[in-house]
Each structure stands twice: as structure tokens, then as C-alpha cells.
């Protein structure tokens, strides 16, 4: 299976409820992104962990990084509507802590909040 | 420009035809990469340029898939001969490092 995988695959929820994503990965990294895509086209970057990092915070986003289990979880509160798009977790990978230049993407999560 | 750019938008071609995809990335950013998106997928990685080091070929799929950068900035992938498993999102990304992409919003690929 492919570094950064993404589960749920597909997440449906009402405006105002929490939604959760997680990813696993499986090499050692330098840090975890997560990006969105609306209508299947660009990427966006949203919030980036590094490996020595547990949590973070953006906004209504919080992500969180397990080394010790190679995974990671986003977590958007009070969604809305607006916050309907696939979500992907990026991974930087690394060996020996050098970077391999390039960011691998799992398969994404298909968020549909629902007015 | 603003952001990184990515011409055509939309491509239609026939099988066996070669075909060329164009990628301005944001000025200044030294690292590009091009990745494939088939329909409801991950993003597949392809190619990456950094400034002037050899780029990191490691994942196109096979000898009909290049790329260039020229100059450091404008890159092409050119595809040849295609084939119908080539029709998907293809993905162009800048940056001054791994800690941010910037993404055009890619070129739709269809082959007949």
C-alpha cells in the first residue's frame, strides 16, 4: 500500500458537526502537510506539522502527528459548507533527516458537509 | 504571475499522438513538480526540478513521459505516443521549499 494513506475515504456530515481525517504513512518524515482540492483541480496548502510536533492549530483546523504510530489526524470544527472538498495529507519524506526533495500524497478524503 | 499557471487547461488528443504540457511556476520558486491525478485518485508523483540539480525522474511511468525545465523557471511535459491510461488531471506545483506547494489548477488530459 501507498504512503499516506487516507481513511475515511468518504465523510458526510451537517454544518456545525466536527470532522475527522486521518492518515497513516511509512517512512520517517520531516514534516506531514495537509492540502484541499476543490472540483478535482489545484491544491491548496492548509497546515504543516513537523516531525517534532504533536499538535497544531489553525483557525478551526488542528492537526496532530504520532510518530511513534506514523499517523496523523485533522480535525475541522464547526464545519460549513463551504468546508465541502477531498482533503490529502502530504508527506516529506526523509532519510537520516535529509529531505528527499518531494512531497508524497495519500488518496484523500472526500468531505461533503451538508446545510 | 500571481500563481503558478498551466496551459492548456483542457487537451483532448488521439491515441498516438504526442502531446506537450506547459507549466509557469510562481517567479522566484526553485523547485517544481509535476504529478498525475487519474479520476478520484491521489496525487502520483512524476518529476521534480531543483534548480539546477538533475531532477528526480523516479516516478514517470515510462520512456514516452519527459520533462524540461528551461532557464530555471518554465518547465514542459511532453508525453509521446499517447495512450488512453495517460487521460487524467495533470498537476504542475512550485515552491521555494517542501514545506509549501503552490498548485496550478492543471491540464485535463483526455485521450481518444
Known amino acids: 500500500s501507498q504512503q499516506g494513506e487516507e481513511d475515511p475515504q468518504a465523510l458526510s456530515i451537517q454544518e456545525g458537526e466536527n470532522a475527522t481525517m486521518n492518515c497513516s504513512y511509512k517512512?520517517?518524515?520531516?514534516?506531514l502537510q495537509w492540502y484541499r482540492q476543490n472540483s478535482g483541480r489545484g491544491l491548496v496548502h492548509l497546515i504543516l506539522?513537523?516531525?517534532?510536533?504533536r499538535e497544531k492549530h489553525s483557525g478551526r483546523l488542528r492537526v496532530t502527528l504520532d510518530t511513534s504510530k506514523k499517523s496523523s489526524s485533522l480535525l475541522i470544527t464547526a464545519s460549513r459548507a463551504a468546508d465541502t472538498a477531498s482533503y490529502f495529507c502530504a508527506t516529506d519524506e526523509s532519510a537520516g533527516g535529509t529531505s528527499y526533495g518531494k512531497l508524497t500524497f495519500g488518496q484523500g478524503t472526500i468531505l461533503t458537509v451538508h446545510p | 504571475g500571481a500563481g503558478v499557471s498551466q496551459s492548456p487547461s483542457n487537451k483532448v488528443t488521439e491515441k498516438g499522438k504526442d502531446v506537450e504540457l506547459r507549466c509557469d511556476p510562481i517567479s522566484g520558486h526553485t523547485a517544481l513538480y509535476w504529478y498525475r491525478q487519474s479520476l478520484g485518485q491521489g496525487l502520483e508523483f512524476l518529476i521534480y526540478f531543483q534548480g539546477n540539480s538533475a531532477p528526480d525522474k523516479s516516478g514517470l511511468p515510462s520512456d514516452r513521459f519527459s520533462a524540461e525545465r528551461t532557464g530555471g523557471s518554465v518547465s514542459t511535459l511532453t508525453i509521446q505516443r499517447t495512450q488512453q491510461e495517460d487521460s487524467a488531471v495533470y498537476l504542475c506545483?512550485?515552491?521555494?521549499?517542501?514545506?509549501?506547494?503552490?498548485f496550478g489548477s492543471g491540464t485535463q488530459l483526455s485521450v481518444l
Open positions: 506539522i513537523r516531525s517534532n510536533e
Open positions: 506545483a512550485s515552491s521555494l521549499s517542501t514545506e509549501k506547494l503552490f
Open positions: 517512512t520517517s518524515i520531516n514534516n
